[in-house]
């Protein structure tokens, strides 16, 4: 991803508002925390990309689609309130259960009730694991329960998905040049017609953000499935991650859009909670463009400028930037990409 896109999440800093002084203890430092960070939105995928009627077949597949379909507005406070007071469980029947509290009201959805309301995939083969190695599929997934998962070998995956190596890679970390093992996969070396799925996949269920020049095991799990047309339960993989950004609190928190699905739903049943300071913001990421149209600033032989302390100031000094509950877009809307999506410029 290219600097100048990948630090777009840092402007979101301009509408995370301060809530921290309504909490009590515990819970005061846990939202004081979350409120210093930054949000990864995840971003609308662009409709120009080469090849879309190909990657929109293959996703739809086994029901990656949703990620081409993304695109919301973010309600930055129902953010903060979501992880500040998130637990999982497992209920009697081996469901996983997402818990949280919105204004001292509580909610339990099952894996699959949150995946309907987030219209993304809850069924197929589920991973889970932030390592590199495709070694560490085997051994990250459920053995038994209602998300047991035998996933293919390493070898079976890379016969699929990776470009032959004609001898030993290496890549540069921190100026030293590293020997890649032969279970880990650079992002270069992913087959050419999958390395748009890889941007896409990065930008709208792992949402880490920053340079990435190899592809997790998890990722190269989702090619598999993608290209083999097997199920993936999508809805797994993102609720795991959310429960590993609880306990990484200097962490990016992710899934920006798709939470707003979420706040649909919890305004739905609770109408008490549409309060007026649940606002709704313009995404602060640009759209997630094909490669070709892609340019740093470097590129373009730009300066990137320095952002001053007057630059992040709060969208209550830029009502511009936010709107009220009751202009929520429904994204049922036949509005397209092009209507909705933000340009460099703006």
Partial sequence: MPRATGLDHQKTRNYIPLISNEFNQPLLNTMANLEKGYFYEGRVVSPNFKNMSHIRAKFESIDF????????????RFVLE????????????????????????????????FGQLLKISFKGQASNTEMWSLNHLSVSVLSRGLYNTKPPSPTVIKTLIQVPRQGQETRTKNKKTIIVGENKILTREIQTHMKPWVDIIRENTICLGGHRDHVSACLCHMLYCIETSTPYNLAFFILKRMERTRFKPKELLPYGMLLTRLFKHVVSVSPELAFDHYLLHDRAMHPLAPHYERKTRADQGMKRPRESNASSSTTQNHPSLSRPLDHMVDENDDESFHSNSFSPSQ
């Fill in 82 to 113: 979501f992880y500040c007071q998130l637990i999982f469980t497992y209920n009697p029947e081996g469901q996983f259960l997402v818990n949280f509290v919105i204004q001292n009201k509580s909610f339990s959805l099952t894996l699959e009730e």
């Fill in 65 to 76: 689609d949703c990620l081409l379909d993304i695109n919301e507005q973010i309600v930055p």
